[in-house]
DNA sequence: CGCGATTTTGAGCCATGTCAATCGGAGTGG
DNA sequence: CCACTCCGATTGACATGGCTCAAAATCGCG
């Protein structure tokens, strides 16, 4: 189901390097900090995508490169998106007994590390804390993210649904040195954005089409371009509280 | 701003009674370990409906009785309901430095009990470990519930969104003894709820009409009644992942 | 080159939103 | 006790955003 690579070819370094990124962000750590935890990962697990996550139980991935998303499916086959993890933010498989929570998937091949193991292996006691500590800033900015979540939902149109998502994208694999000139991988088919934003696939479409043909954004080729990103975020309603 | 009450009257004891049953419930504790929660309750606050309940900073509060909500107000005067806090529930005023998170209000006149307070006021170390627990626990449920909105909201037709609201409020409430043949006190306007759903006022009017024209729920005085409680789950949808 | 997955288009319909007005009950002041 | 006001519930007419169905075009890949 997975295999575990021993070796840190460039590739790792370079996952690990945007992952400490996001910790230091998201956890306010320090670059020092960030090195330490980068230290610990040991052996990283390699997964294809489509994986589901859960049955991990308990432990939580720090996703070092590649997406993952939290879904749940529904009896009628309907598919809700709650959100995606990116490089740098911990995965946490909360399948909490048989209640209906949400599935992670890997949406493309990802490589993680695990924190459990990354606690074994970590000597000091400031190690443990300061992995505890960026675990919890992860898993509290994805509840965040969240709340924005429900108010795309509940208060946005189609477009202001999906500007939003995506400069919330930009912002988030910005720091991670993934955007350049506003332009970045989307690894997303339409039908996925449409299940994100409680859309049909037809609409999220015809919304995309609406902005490319005003000049807002470009899309093609799994990769999207905001051409004038100040007119979007004014699209988006970005309102604090 | 507010008045701590010293003596506990009747109401007092009811609250507390009830507020204990959800204890027991959501953070899994017998009944011996939510009394010793409630004897831990010194002095209780009382706000009126319409208090914003943020800058409390840090401090959760135990709500012992009336209806607190979570939302966000947009720039555009557009307004997002995240869910209710009910009697027994910990009430988080996360107003996270400048982010924009949500804003907790009292929709009714509330009474509640400041958990720093009965840290404080706690004695053994079991009574911390307990009251952490059981706060843990609220909010880990609300988070939960969470969950359920986002796909209320992205996949829910408005009959279902309202349905499966009414349900998720009367199997909350039931444990409190608030709930009489599929029946409870409802202080919502139909405003607030389409704030909630994410739906017009004018149609959150327009779905109860047809359900009560259908015989499936009863609505007035701030009251309702679900009269075909089997036929309503059928109807929301209540999917196990 | 052919196949499955994804994107793209078009036509038509329905759910939901907007606007405008009325109605009823609760409180308030005279 | 009445007139007034405010808020919430209610209703109707109408507009439209977003959905469904169906089919073609394109892309990625073996």
């Known amino acids: 189901m997975w295999q575990a690579g021993e070796g840190r070819s460039g590739w790792v370094e370079e996952a690990l390097k945007s992952a400490g990124l996001v910790l230091a962000r998201t956890a306010k750590l320090d670059g020092a900090s960030a090195d330490r935890i ?3 990962v040991g052996s990283v697990e390699h997964y294809p995508a489509g994986t589901f996550l859960n049955g991990f139980e308990g432990s939580p991935k720090w996703l070092l490169s590649g997406w993952v998303c939290e879904m749940r499916i529904l009896p009628d086959a309907r598919r809700q998106i709650f959100g995606f993890d990116l490089p740098g933010d911990m995965v946490l498989p909360q ?13 493309t091949r990802i490589d993680c590390a695990d924190v459990e193991r990354m606690l074994r292996s970590a000597g000091a006691p400031e190690d443990h804390e300061l992995l505890n500590r960026a675990v919890a800033a992860s898993l509290a900015a994805a509840q965040e993210r969240r709340y ?3 108010v795309r939902l509940g208060q946005y149109s189609s ?3 999906l500007v939003s998502l995506l400069l919330e994208l930009r912002d988030r694999l910005e720091p991670l040195g993934m955007v350049a000139a506003d332009s970045f991988r989307l690894p997303l088919t339409q039908e996925q954005l449409a299940d994100t ?7 999220v479409h015809r919304t995309l089409k609406a902005l490319r043909s005003q000049g807002l954004v470009e899309m ?3 990769r999207v371009t905001l051409l004038k990103p100040a007119k979007l975020d004014q699209m988006a309603q970005r309102g604090l509280c």
């Open 95 to 107: 399948s909490r007994a048989g209640q209906r929570p949400c599935s992670h998937v890997a949406l």
């Open 159 to 161: 477009s202001e649904r």
């Open 148 to 150: 924005d979540h429900i």
């Open 197 to 203: 934003l409680g859309l049909s696939l037809i609409h």
């Open 38 to 40: 980068e230290r610990l």
């Open 220 to 222: 093609r080729l799994g």
